[in-house]
């Protein structure tokens, strides 16, 4: 009960404060990317005083994308590039978007801080856990590897239009989306720290920085790379050995809003400070060479994604650098 009661003040979403106008710049999607979103609106919104509200909203990458294609939105934070189905769903509304890269991020294994059995898996590990006939085969931790518990194994996931849920099935089970049914889906990052932290059964996975701001709670589970088994972390990540949980995360913006002055303004103030901001969120920055792409991309209005309608797996920030350098 202390964890639970201690737990409460987790949530991270919140709602702007004071503010008079009607000049509002609305904004939805990924829950990892939200921590970031979050403190460029607020630091705005007080540059601001007042003058503008940013609202902002988390319902997964998948479900930003619905509602940013569909015009209801002028940002959308994504934690894997826009899909092809997106990509065509946008262009049916005639909505031209913006793509611009903000960090790197590695994709955290975690189980309950107790658990002291379960400290390191392999990439094999991984795909017999989570790929669709584990569902009636492990249902213990032992059935995944001899020597783990002999207890049940209780998963908690993103859900299903979550960029993380898409990146990790992708990555790991071979095919975006194929996993065994029987998870627990959690409708934010935060949600999943709060249940693997009450279960000391639970095994998940979320974005970086929700593991690294709640290792009181969570454990982090080493994933083989190669020779090593490594737990992500800005040298892992940033060097490209975190693999194949690495990924770029984006914000799209809607070009249509870039006429309005405060959406214009919101999103050079946010990417001016994304390096500062992205760290203060416990993400990865890109380098300087990747944010001056980005700028130019913001400057010259270039539309339409660098990407090819799907997450690249195993794609190392050189290689954001030089796609974005092509296009």
């Not at 509602?67 to 509304?93: M, V």
């Not at 050079?268 to 901001?277: G, H, I, K, M, S």
Request: aromatic residues 12%; proline residues 4%; charged residues 25%.
């Amino acid at each position: 009960m202390k964890i639970i009661e201690a737990l409460k003040g987790l949530n991270l979403e919140t709602r702007s404060s004071a503010w008079s106008g009607d000049r509002i710049i609305k904004i939805d999607g990924s829950s990892t990317v939200y921590p970031i979103t979050k403190l460029a609106a607020e630091e705005f919104q007080k540059a601001k005083k007042g003058a503008v509200k940013v609202t902002l909203g988390i319902s997964g990458t998948g479900g930003g994308f619905k509602k940013f294609c569909g015009g209801e939105t002028d940002l959308s934070n994504a934690s894997r590039p826009i899909l092809k189905e997106e990509i065509d769903a946008c262009k049916e509304t005639g909505i031209k978007y913006i793509e611009l890269a903000l960090a790197y991020d590695g994709i955290a294994v975690v189980v309950n801080a107790s658990n002291r059995d379960v400290f390191a898996m392999t990439a094999a590990d991984l795909k017999k856990i989570w790929e669709p006939v584990a569902e009636k085969r492990v249902t213990k931790w032992c059935h995944a590897k001899p020597g783990w518990p002999e207890t049940l194994l209780k998963l908690y996931t993103p859900g299903a239009s979550s960029g993380t849920f898409y990146y990790f099935t992708k990555a790991v089970v071979g095919k975006a989306g194929s996993s065994r049914n029987d998870f627990t889906p959690c409708e934010n990052n935060d949600a999943i720290v709060r249940s693997i932290a009450a279960d000391k059964d639970g095994l998940g996975f979320l974005g970086y920085a929700y593991y690294a701001r709640n290792k009181k709670y969570l454990g982090g589970v080493a994933i083989n790379a190669g020779n090593w088994f490594l737990l992500p972390s800005e040298e892992t990540v940033m060097s490209g050995t975190y693999q194949p949980l690495s990924r770029p995360v984006f914000v799209y913006v809607n070009k249509s809003s870039v006429d309005r002055p405060e959406v214009k303004e919101f999103v050079e103030f946010y990417f001016r400070n994304a390096r500062r901001l992205v760290r203060q969120a416990k993400y990865f920055p890109l380098p300087d060479a990747a944010y001056e792409l980005v700028a130019e991309r913001f400057r010259k209005r270039v539309t339409g994604s660098v990407f090819t309608g799907e997450a690249k797996i195993g794609m190392r920030i050189e290689d954001l650098v030089k796609l974005m350098q092509t296009h």
